[in-house]
């Protein structure tokens, strides 16, 4: 009976003790499975937030699949446009919450957005959030204008001169006088390129009535290779540059010649001047195709930013446009030139 007993009370004890080391490594197991589950976690969180801080932006994959863009009112994004706001998936298209930005207006140009008008760009193709808004003309001769410039005769509430940094807002561009705009120095080589090489398309808020009858022209100047500054002259391009003469009313071609650039009468330089002719003298109007003037000179073939008395000359086609008479502001654009 003793050794019968003994053997009842054996068995119940050895089950008990097998549950116990059974129970332990299923917890042990459970818990192994637990940290790798939240280890993996972990992983696809720093993934995310990763790739969100490279893209400037907050992804969202879980997106409608059938909606797209466009219909969500949101902006498709293209090729190397940025955007200053967030990021959404929808249908399979990548799109901007905010405003579109590009290196430049001439990148927009590149991607699609062939309307004239004012645009977010990012010249230094850093984080988007310092993407600031721009006027693009993209229209005239193939388009993709940045304005980068409004200046005009002596410093009264002209701010800009010999100035590095930006002047004004995107409102103050295409303003009469007001207050002077400028883009950063900085902002316009980023603009340019490495290449250092781009065109500049000149026109006027307004014109000199003593020379002409209307604000008739706009000039451009093709492949400048040299540093851009405003704090003092631009050095002469490196490269052969062509100007040519155009009439604003139905873009008709009135000059094609060249000037001499680099030049610096004193304190009152700045940008770009140019005076000396190398080939093909406008004289103001006589020399051109088209004259859209009223008065004419053999002496009158100028192209200053800032020259003298912190003067804009534009003396090519449309008589001698200077701004310190009749008052208006002279306008410069940039384009990158390959």
């Known amino acids: 009976m003793n050794k019968s007993k003994s053997k009842i009370f ?19 197991t459970l818990i192994i499975i637990g940290i790798a589950l939240a280890a993996v976690g972990i992983v696809f969180y720093v993934i995310n937030v990763v790739t969100e801080e490279q893209s400037t932006a907050v992804t969202d994959a879980s997106s409608n699949v059938f909606q797209s863009c466009e219909s969500v009112g949101y902006s498709k994004m293209i090729s190397t446009i940025g955007c200053d706001g967030m990021v959404k998936y929808m249908g399979g298209e990548k799109c901007c919450t905010g405003s579109l930005s590009g290196k430049s207006c001439l990148e927009l140009l590149e991607n699609g957005f062939t309307d004239d008008g004012i ?18 003309d993209m229209t005239r001769d193939g388009g993709g204008w940045t304005l980068m410039l409004k200046t005009w005769y002596t410093v009264e509430e002209n701010n800009v001169f010999k100035k590095t940094g930006a002047v004004g807002d995107v409102s103050d561009g295409l ?12 902002a316009i080589r980023n603009i340019i390129g ?16 003593a020379y002409s009858t209307g604000n008739y022209e706009y000039v451009i100047l093709r492949d400048y290779t040299g540093y851009w500054k405003f704090d003092g002259p631009v050095a002469a391009s490196t490269t052969t540059t062509t100007f040519q003469s155009y009439r604003k009313s139905d873009n ?4 094609t010649g060249n000037l001499a650039c680099g030049y610096n009468a004193g304190t009152g330089a700045a940008g770009i001047n140019c005076v000396t002719v190398l080939s093909n003298n406008p004289q103001g109007g006589a ?39 009749d008052r208006f502001s002279a306008r410069f654009w940039v384009r990158e030139s390959s």
């Open 194 to 209: 490495p290449g250092q090489k781009f065109d500049i398309l000149a026109d006027q808020s307004g014109y000199n009535t």
């Open 175 to 186: 303003t009469n006088l007001d207050s002077g705009y400028k883009l950063s120095d900085g």
């Open 252 to 255: 008709a071609l009135a000059w």
């Open 10 to 28: 054996i068995y119940p004890n050895q089950y008990s003790h097998f549950n116990k080391k059974g129970l332990s490594g299923i917890v042990v």
């Open 119 to 136: 645009y977010f760009i990012d010249p230094n193709r850093g984080d988007t959030e310092d993407a600031f808004e721009v006027n693009c």
């Open 287 to 325: 020399g051109c195709v088209i004259n859209m003037g009223t008065a004419s000179n053999p002496g009158w073939h100028h192209f200053f930013m800032s020259q003298y008395n912190q003067d804009t000359y534009m003396y090519i086609c449309n008589g001698a446009q200077h701004s310190s008479n």
